[in-house]
């Protein structure tokens, strides 16, 4: 039997839960720092975490992503991001973490966890690029597209959560349409992770960006999504 790598990511998806996770950075360079972070349970259509990320150098890329100094200037450091990441793991203690680029985003916050003395949280990892196409790497946008999913990525990290959550409950043609709420109260299948990125298991709960101080917003209506 053909082992189909998304077919069988839809399997962990459905039987344990995964979330999607995305990260915005100072750049592409070993040293590139987060900038921001967003973290959706794909199961439940939630955005379970985001947050600015106040990095120790400057902020970069704002040409890409449009993050300023400003933005992150009364953001939380890593290690406050850190332990609000740990309460919403532990509340899915199952989950992979699955991410477009996973070796991108996987080696940003092991680096942001070694700077800061950190242990990286004891997850399996999942590349959803890989997933998509094994032999060819594209880009989320191309995957959004050729689905017809209407939710953009934008180079931010809650859209381009949502959107990769958005892929991963497509078939391939048939993108679900459900909204994807913020929740602040928010087992992979093993086939799949060992087939990605095998690592081991860890521990987290959430807020809103943490910068802001504000109440959890209520539901997204989907209409509203593409333009979160």
């Keep these: 039997m053909t082992f189909d790598p998304w077919v069988e990511l839809r399997k962990a998806i459905s039987v344990g839960g995964c979330l999607a996770i995305d990260c915005e950075s100072t750049g592409l360079a070993d040293d590139a720092e987060i900038l921001e972070i967003a973290v959706v349970d794909i199961g439940r259509d939630r955005v379970v975490f985001e947050s600015f990320v106040r990095p120790r150098g400057l902020v970069a ?5 449009g993050i300023t100094e400003r933005d992150i200037f009364a953001a939380p450091c890593w290690p406050q991001v850190y332990c609000k ?3 919403i793991l532990a509340r899915h203690p199952h989950a992979a973490l699955v991410a477009w680029n996973a070796a991108f985003d996987r080696r940003l916050i092991e680096n942001s966890c070694s700077d ?15 997933a998509w196409n094994p032999h060819c790497r594209t880009s989320l946008d191309n995957a ?3 689905l017809d999913i209407g939710v953009a990525p934008k180079h931010r990290a809650r859209a381009d959560a949502i ?3 958005r892929v991963l409950q497509s078939d391939h043609g048939a993108a679900h349409d459900g909204a994807i709420f913020d929740d ?9 992770v060992a087939a990605m990125h095998p690592g081991p298991h860890e521990d987290i709960h959430a807020v809103t960006h943490p910068a802001a101080h504000e109440p959890a917003p209520a539901a997204i209506p989907p209409a509203a999504i593409s333009a979160a």
């Excluded at 990286?120 to 959803?128: E, I, L, Q, Y």
């Excluded at 602040?184 to 799949?192: I, L, P, Q, T």
């Design 61 to 65: 890329a704002t040409e890409i992503h």
């Design 144 to 146: 959004r597209r050729s």
């Design 116 to 130: 800061w003395g950190l242990e990286p949280f004891r997850r399996d990892w999942v590349c959803a690029m890989n």
């Design 163 to 165: 959107t990769l959550a």
């Design 85 to 87: 990441l740990q309460v």
């Design 184 to 192: 602040v109260h928010a087992s992979a299948h093993e086939e799949v």
